[in-house]
């Protein structure tokens, strides 16, 4: 690599350091270019760079094409002067992942030990693939410059080239983006650096956190929603398991990941699958084993539950008085989709939402929850006593509008098999609608019929992350314990969540995992009765759905203790 030096050696100029470099002069006004643009000698308010790398990587032209450049700001510290901005040009073709580690070594960076736990690395390199994936042209990591310069290396070991050159990749953006709204990723500032401008800290971070609820973006959303596999493939680029040839012949993120879900799995060694049978002396009741967490169950002589009250509707059912009965199962991890869905319809005007979301993503739980807010009472007074109408399959447009007629109170669910015809037949007859549909049916019924728009408000409804889809069976796992009269272990719920998001894609979790936790239920309180329900179980059941032959996993396919302690947000959606 060439390197190019511009200093303040004195602290009072900016200047080139030509003196024993035999650089070509296309490199010194390459470099020049990007003093002048961004990447500038760090502002005099910052004292010192000190131990945080203030390094970018970008493809920038040089005698007519485009060459990696690593640059490294630095200020009273970083190489021992005032300020100093040391640029290394690669010579030669290089991957994204190599151009870096050789601008490192060229430039004689150093940096800190990055301080981060496991979790906190995962998620960092989630944010960025998420980012990517939904075009995003600015990426926050939202970790210090050390924790970013990790996270930076990690990704472009996995984007393929044609991804990562697209981006100018930063340890810690100095200043705020210019008029040519390049495609950037960076961390945010040190500590010491926001406390010497904070205002200037705040204006960089501030152009990261840009909402996108853009139109344009939408498109990009709805992709992305209908995108499998991510959570699986940051796994892989956070243990460095990314198929080199596949990432060198993918066209962009979105083509790799599907390819690398698309790909056969390597069968693990088969096991028997069959359980051991229950002791003649075991007792009524199991003790706890170990494995379990101390989860204690229900106990066997539980009563049945009692079925909700009479509803008052001839077509349906009253979601709400069904919210009420004690036996419901709680809906977790969906506070922020139902909060927007009470946005809309606390709206003036398109206050219909519509639930788009791909099957099995959570739809029905999302409007379940909605149903308990309005029963418990904890929505604003507006929507205080609304009732909730669960429409059946088949119901005629014109005898709800007979059923419901002049009752203000009540909000008409419809599920995706209503045809958008049906529900402007409502809507004109001033009943309000809370529809769902996928993201492939909502769009082409938008191209077809631009007016949809000026109806219903898109509330994105996205699939639960692993993290999140373990909370909802821990949730349902009492009235799954209930029913089949039997334990299950944590284990069981975690391995039904990563087998689903694997090997299951015709629908999306957390439906996938409950079914094949149902399974997996169902077939050991027939063949044994009194035990406990763990993770050998559920991949017998995966075995049965999908006729792989997976059996049980060795200990090589086993989960990590951690996989699904995420610390991140719980899911994603349009705000």
């Not at 002791?279 to 539950?305: C, F, I, L, R, Y």
């Not at 119901?395 to 203000?408: F, R």
Request: charged share 25%.
């Amino acid at each position: 690599m060439v390197v190019v030096q511009w200093a303040d050696l004195t602290g009072t100029g900016f200047s080139p350091q030509r003196r024993d470099s035999d650089a070509p002069a296309e490199y010194w006004a390459a470099a020049e270019g990007l003093l002048n643009a961004d990447l500038c000698q760090p502002p005099d308010f910052l004292r010192t760079t000190g131990s945080h790398p203030v390094w970018t990587l970008r493809k920038v032209p040089v005698r007519g094409h485009h060459v990696w450049c690593f640059a490294v700001q630095g200020r009273r510290g970083e190489f021992g002067v005032a300020g100093t901005c040391r640029f290394a040009f690669a010579t030669k073709e290089l991957e994204a992942a190599e151009a870096w580690q050789r601008g490192i070594e060229a430039t004689g960076a150093q940096a800190a030990e990055p301080q981060m736990s496991d979790t906190q690395f995962a998620a960092g390199v989630r944010d960025v693939l998420r980012g990517v994936v939904l075009g995003r042209d600015r990426i926050g990591v939202g970790l210090g410059p050390a924790e970013t310069a990790r996270i930076i290396a990690c990704v472009l070991a996995a984007l393929p080239e044609a991804e990562a050159r697209a981006w100018s990749w930063s340890t810690c953006a100095l200043m705020p983006p210019g008029p040519s709204k390049r495609k950037e990723v960076s961390g945010r500032w040190p500590d010491e650096f926001r406390a010497w401008e904070p205002r200037w800290a705040n204006a960089i971070a501030a152009s990261f956190d840009e909402p996108i609820t853009a139109t344009e973006n939408f498109r990009r959303l709805l992709e992305a929603q209908r995108l499998k596999g991510l959570e699986e493939f940051k796994e892989q680029v956070v243990r460095g398991q990314v198929d080199a040839d596949l990432r060198r012949s993918s066209r962009d993120l979105a083509e790799l990941i599907s390819r690398i879900r698309t790909r056969p799995s390597p069968r693990p060694r088969l096991m028997p699958t069959v359980l051991p049978p229950v002791p003649a002396t075991a007792p009524s009741m199991p003790v706890t084993p170990a494995g379990t967490n101390g989860h204690q169950p229900a106990p066997k002589e539980d009563a049945p539950e009692e079925p909700p009250a009479a509803e008052s509707f001839r077509f349906g059912r009253d979601l709400t008085r069904v919210a009420r009965d004690p036996a419901a199962v709680p809906i977790v991890s969906r506070d922020r989709e139902i909060d927007h869905i009470l946005r809309v319809i606390s709206l003036h005007k398109r206050n219909n939402p519509v639930l788009i979301g791909e099957p099995g993503a959570g739809k029905t739980a999302v409007i379940e929850g909605l149903a308990q807010r309005i029963a418990a009472g904890r929505v604003p007074p507006a929507l205080a006593g609304k009732l909730l109408y669960g429409v059946d399959r088949g119901v005629a447009p014109d005898e709800l509008i007979v059923e419901i007629a002049g009752q203000k109170d009540v909000i008409v669910v419809v599920e995706d098999y209503f045809h958008w015809r049906e529900m402007y037949r409502l809507l004109r007859n001033d009943v309000q609608i809370i529809a769902t549909s996928t993201a492939a049916d909502y769009e082409s019924a938008r191209a077809t019929d631009r007016s949809l728009d000026r109806s219903f408000t898109p509330v994105l409804i996205a699939v639960p992350t692993a993290a999140a889809s373990v909370a909802i069976l821990q949730a349902v796992r009492p009235s799954y314990e209930r029913h089949h009269r039997l334990r299950i272990a944590d284990d069981a719920l975690t391995e039904a969540v990563r087998l689903a998001a694997r090997h299951i894609g015709d629908r999306s979790l957390p439906s996938t995992a409950l079914d094949l936790l149902d399974d997996a239920a169902a077939w050991l309180a027939v063949h044994n009765p009194e035990s406990v329900l763990e993770a050998a179980a559920v991949w017998a059941a995966l075995d049965r759905h999908t006729g792989h032959g997976l059996a049980v996993p060795t200990l090589a396919d086993a989960p990590a203790t951690n996989l699904f302690k995420d610390g991140g947000r719980d899911v994603w959606m349009m705000s």
